[in-house]
């Protein structure tokens, strides 16, 4: 498991848009990018999960990040897009507002996360990176599967096989 | 008890006063008794034959006896017995 | 994995291959003991495994098998024929064989209490035939040694009172690794007086009672001090010391009495504390996956069926594959067939009117299909290895519940998804017990007063119906007694009074867990004990399990399974544009209700009387909150299915017609919808959700059971 602050100097980061705040998470999680597509309703899941997704063949969740953050949804648009996330080999798709690049953080630029003052469960933010005048919200994607009881650390064995 | 020539074939079940016969018999005989075999599926009941074919042993080491030398013997009436006597 | 990792796996892998064979084998030997081929089989196992065992350090299985196979090579070069006492023998020594495996390769310190017991036997059996006594443990040939030692007469008691003594502590370790719960050790000193004999004592003697009252027995008998003849007296006793090495149930003073008779200082016993190991639970020993799941293999054949026949002909080529790669290699053509229907589908593709274009197209169709059958194929085993195993349950029933049984099989080609056999063992096995053992009359005097013959009758038939593949399970004997199990059940408040079930579900009531722990009910004697297990374990295979009887001539237990566990047989419907997928294998009949037989009750729900039956109708949009525009039910369709509670009617909008999907997982995160039991793609790219019947409950919660 990856402690919370990076261990080399550099680490490389997507960075990616929810209303005006400013997201990122570490490259090697980074499954792949796609487009806003149909999302299969399956009833009575968290509020914050859309439903699933077809995925060349493998059936992926997909989650409503702003309201898993806490924020109001809001209607798709041409930007908007899904980022296929992955943890122990288990795949979740967040839609974002806007995806915006590849940017290498230096570790000098982070710092501890700030405990109130924030949308999101404090939990889920590993670091904050100054990226010029912007801030940069580091997410600990594996806190943030577990609390939605996604993976468990466990039992990682169980969460695959039949799934891809 | 049976004779072959220089060879003895006994039963190892024997009873006291059978163990002190054939201890009488060998005494004689020590020197042209070559080989003391025992009979097939026979089994050893007292500590007295066991001692006196170690006393045989003992007392000319060159007389075979298989079922001796072994040092050791498994029934399911005594579980598995070992020995040793060497000098 | 390093080389030397990498070989052990495999080994244990073939390893545990063997021993199936090994149980196989001994089972068809003990039936036809003369076939010396399948001696010589049985023989090479063996030897196989001994040889690879010690060089993997397994020198507990290592030194069973080394002595299996003397015994085993004795009667193959003899040729001697086996008496049946020492069949049995055989039949137990593979058992142990899988036992200790099982230690060896989960590092169990403690056999199994047959372990040593058995090998007792095979040495004595050995001890026997060959008149060549061999001591349990070895001992070092120190001979030459001995000799100089005698030459030079140098030290030598010491010597060998040290050797008897490491001998004595070596059995003392050995001891307390068989050791076992219940069992104590002691080491008891014997020192007879000289004059022993004469008051009527023996080491014998003691030996043998002793030996009446335990399960492990070793003797050390110093015989230092015997003298030549000249001086010997065979009426005296002139082995100083005996030290006796015994495992038994029996507590100190027991074994002290074995003794009282003697002087205080002619015996002396010590309690042997028993080693500290870690105890491995009962259930990890179970998980008898360990035997070979480094990697799962599976015999891929160059032919459909597989075969471990002793008598086969003509080997069959094969190759060993992981079944990962299978797996994989499954999805990919998964994968291909959707590619291939979208296009086969597509409208704009085709609009375009290109003969060569829609020849191609149909040529891709067949093609598709034939990969996909053939992938399929790969996976698919036939149950004959299943049913051989289940010979060997039948024989040891039948001699348990002293019944004459003979076993008739059909269909052992009969194909299954190999992911499937592995569950399907054990509830077999369970079926199986609980026919011999409740549904035939306990003796034959009672089967022929019945006109039946004195032997009783089990036969297992495989077969393929309607996509399905049918185990079953019939016995000759008694029947089940409908109005007693309805009667019981009732009492115990499993059904109400006034359900009106069928025959088939009736039987059916026998299967519930308030059911097996039911009291004896005469000639239903405990039948129903684990069967709610069973039937949940096929459940659990998505299939499902259906009993037929009649009084007086015999019961007959059918498993359903559908053919592979990747791909299910579904009706595809549609509620609020969301399309389902219903099991087929659940669905009764689909219709449009007429207007009449709809009926409300307030506070009940709606109903549909369905040629006198009345049947709860279940709207999807409710159970799921969908936001559907609500149509009555006499302008939609009602899918009729069986669960477990009885039959519902399904609400839905469209039938869109029948379709064999690829299961899905939802992921963990999904997965806690009772409700959904799956996803699934289909041709067009869209995901439709795979209905679990069982969980489906009208509004107002009314239900059967």
């Given at each position: 498991m990856k402690p919370n602050l990076p261990q080399s100097k550099k680490?490389?980061?997507?960075?990616?848009?929810?209303?005006d705040e400013q997201y990122g998470i570490e490259i090697e999680r980074i499954k792949e990018i796609i487009a806003m597509m149909k999302i299969t309703g399956v009833p009575k899941i968290p509020k914050f999960m859309r439903g699933v997704i077809n995925l060349r063949g493998s059936i992926i969740p997909v989650v409503d990040t702003r309201l898993r953050f806490a924020m109001e949804s809001r209607e798709a648009d041409m930007h908007t897009a899904i980022i296929i996330v992955e943890v122990e080999k288990v795949n979740i798709g967040f839609i974002v507002d806007r995806v915006e690049e590849v940017a290498s953080i230096d570790k000098a630029s982070l710092s501890e996360p700030p405990k109130f003052g924030s949308y999101i469960d404090t939990d889920f933010i590993s670091a904050v990176a100054q990226m010029g005048e912007n801030v940069v919200m580091i997410l600990d994607v594996i806190k943030l599967f577990e609390a939605d009881e996604i993976i468990d650390l466990e039992q990682i064995q169980n969460s695959n096989t039949s799934d891809a | 008890m049976q004779i072959n020539g220089d060879e003895v074939t006994i039963d190892l079940n024997m009873s006291m006063d059978e163990v002190i016969n054939f201890e009488e018999f060998i005494r004689p005989r020590i020197e042209y008794i070559e080989k003391i075999e025992?009979?097939?599926?026979?089994?050893?009941?007292?500590?007295?034959?066991?001692?006196?074919?170690?006393?045989?042993?003992k007392t000319r080491p060159e007389i075979e006896i298989p079922f001796l030398e072994k040092m050791g013997s498994t029934s399911p009436v005594h579980g598995t017995l070992h020995w040793t006597y060497h000098d | 994995m390093t080389k030397q990792e990498e070989l052990k796996a495999i080994f244990i892998e073939e390893a545990g291959e063997i021993v199936e064979k090994l149980d196989v084998d001994i089972i068809r030997f003990e039936e036809n003991s003369n076939d010396l081929e399948l001696l010589n089989e049985i023989f090479r196992g063996v030897h196989t495994l001994k040889g690879n065992s010690n060089a993997f350090g397994f020198t507990r299985l290592g030194e069973f098998v080394h002595h299996f196979e003397d015994l085993l090579d004795y009667y193959r070069s003899t040729k001697e024929s086996i008496e049946e006492n020492n069949l049995e023998l055989f039949v137990e020594s593979v058992d142990v064989v899988r036992e200790v495996m099982r230690c060896e390769l989960d590092s169990i310190?403690?056999?199994?209490?047959?372990?040593?017991?058995?090998?007792?036997?095979?040495?004595?059996?050995?001890?026997?035939k060959k008149n060549r006594p061999k001591p349990v443990i070895e001992q070092k040939s120190e001979e030459t040694l001995k000799d100089l030692a005698f030459e030079f007469a140098l030290d030598t008691l010491d010597e060998q009172e040290d050797e008897q003594r490491d001998e004595v502590e070596k059995s003392i370790k050995f001891h307390q690794s068989i050791q076992t719960d219940g069992l104590n050790l002691y080491k008891i000193d014997l020192t007879l007086d000289s004059d022993s004999y004469k008051r009527g004592f023996d080491y014998f003697v003691f030996l043998k009672i002793l030996g009446e009252r335990t399960t492990h027995l070793e003797s050390f008998f110093d015989m230092q001090n015997i003298q030549t003849l000249d001086e010997f007296k065979s009426d005296e006793n002139s082995i100083t010391k005996v030290t006796i090495v015994i495992l038994t149930p029996f507590v100190y003073t027991e074994v002290e009495e074995v003794f009282e008779f003697l002087f205080d200082h002619e015996y002396s016993i010590a309690l042997i504390a028993p080693l500290v190991v870690e105890q491995k639970t009962q259930a990890e020993v179970k998980s008898i996956s360990s035997l070979s799941k480094t990697s799962e293999t599976v015999e891929s054949t160059a032919s459909k069926t597989s075969t471990t026949s002793s008598n086969a002909n003509m080997p069959k080529s094969t190759i060993r594959i992981d079944t990962f790669k299978v797996d994989e290699l499954f999805d990919s053509?998964?994968?291909?067939?959707?590619?291939?229907?979208f296009i086969a589908q597509s409208e704009k593709i085709r609009s375009i009117e290109d003969e060569s274009i829609n020849r191609t197209i149909e040529t891709l169709s067949k093609i598709t299909k034939k990969i996909q059958d053939r992938v399929m194929s790969l996976r698919m085993v036939a149950i004959k290895d299943t049913f051989e195993k289940m010979k060997r349950v039948v024989r040891d029933t039948s001699k348990k519940t002293g019944k004459e049984i003979h076993l008739i099989i059909q269909g052992e080609e009969t194909e299954i998804d190999k992911t499937m056999i592995d569950n399907l063992s054990d509830p077999l096995i369970h079926i199986i017990r609980n026919a011999i053992d409740h549904g035939l009359e306990s003796c034959g005097d009672e089967r022929v007063s019945a006109g039946k013959d004195a032997e009783g009758v089990i036969t297992l038939k495989a077969f393929h119906k309607s996509g399905n593949i049918v185990i079953s399970v019939s016995d000759d004997g008694r029947g089940i007694n409908k109005d007693r199990v309805l009667k019981k059940a009732i009492e115990r408040g499993v059904v109400s009074e006034n359900e009106n079930l069928t025959d088939s579900q009736i039987f059916a009531l026998i299967m519930q867990p308030g059911f097996s722990t039911a009291e004896v009910i005469s000639d239903l004697s405990g039948r129903g004990v684990g069967l709610d297990v069973v039937k949940t374990s096929i459940e659990k295979l998505r299939g499902k399990i259906e009993i037929d009887s009649k009084e007086g001539q015999g019961t007959t237990f059918s498993i359903i399974l559908p053919l592979t566990l990747a791909i299910i047989d579904g009706m595809l419907v549609q509620t609020a544009d969301e399309t389902y997928i219903i099991p087929t294998l659940s669905v009764v009949e689909s219709f449009r209700p007429q207007r009449e037989i709809v009926h409300i009750f307030k506070g009940k729900g709606e109903f549909v009387n369905l040629r006198g039956e009345c049947i709860p109708i279940i709207r999807l949009s409710d159970v799921f909150d969908l936001n559907a525009k609500k149509i009555e039910a006499w302008d939609a369709i009602l899918v009729c299915v069986e669960t477990e509670a009885g039959r519902i009617a399904i609400l839905v909008d469209e039938l869109l017609g029948r379709q064999q999907v690829v299961i899905k997982t939802l992921g963990k995160s999904l997965s806690k919808l009772k409700e959904i039991s799956g996803g699934a793609i289909l041709g067009n790219g869209d995901i439709a959700l795979i209905l679990n019947v069982d969980e489906l409950r009208p509004l107002g919660e009314i239900s059967h059971v």
């Open positions: 680490e490389r980061y997507l960075t990616f848009f929810l209303g | 025992v009979e097939e599926n026979s089994t050893l009941t007292s500590g007295a034959l066991l001692s006196l074919l170690v006393s045989i042993k | 310190e403690i056999l199994p209490k047959s372990y040593a017991e058995c090998l007792e036997k095979i040495k004595i059996l050995l001890d026997i053509v998964g994968e291909l067939v959707i590619a291939q229907n």
